[in-house]
């Protein structure tokens, strides 16, 4: 009797534990699911990172082919009117950048008029992982304007810009 006693308690407590443990399975699981997702993400992250520092050469062609979108982006943005930036813009930069060439650095916000403004020169500043930043030079009949941008090559968008200070007119003499 007493060793049925056992095997019932033993029992009993397998159960109970069991039934303690199986809410938590689900959670588990999506922690599980999380962390493998952050696993693979940070191999191909950490892919690109060997591939860049292995062979810059290979990039050679995403480099050029982000100067040809950011020099079409700035095209649009010369080309069309501050109220239409929202829709022609949407695909080619992110939501923040529209905003602040819209309300901040648009020439003819800024300036009260819309003069037209020709691109001079579009040109790599500086390099980060896969980000580009670029240096460009706009002219009007009064004015220079340069602009820092920064293109991020995975996304294929324009994530940020700035308006720099530029003193006098920008002669291109090379």
Not at 63 to 85: C, G, I, L, P, R
């Amino acid at each position: 009797m007493s060793m049925k006693r056992i095997l019932l308690s033993i029992s009993a407590i397998t159960v109970v534990m069991i039934g303690v443990q199986l809410p938590q399975l689900s959670r588990l699981d999506n922690q599980y699911r999380q962390v493998k997702q952050e696993l693979v993400k940070a191999k191909r992250t950490q892919g690109k990172v060997k591939e860049i520092v292995a062979s810059p050469v290979a990039h050679k062609t995403d480099v050029k082919k982000a100067t040809q979108t950011v020099t079409d982006f700035m095209n649009t943005v010369n080309d069309h009117s501050v109220n239409d930036y929202s829709d022609v813009l949407k695909d080619k930069a992110t939501l923040k950048v529209i905003n602040t060439l819209s309300q901040e650095l648009a020439p003819s916000v800024t300036f009260g008029s819309n003069q037209k403004f020709n691109l001079v020169t579009v040109s790599i500043n500086r390099v980060f992982d896969s980000h580009l930043q670029y240096a460009i030079v706009e002219k009007s009949e009064t004015q220079s304007v340069v602009y820092t941008l920064t293109f991020d090559i995975d996304e294929q968008r324009v994530t940020n810009i700035q308006r720099l200070p530029l003193k006098g007119t920008y002669d291109n003499e090379k």
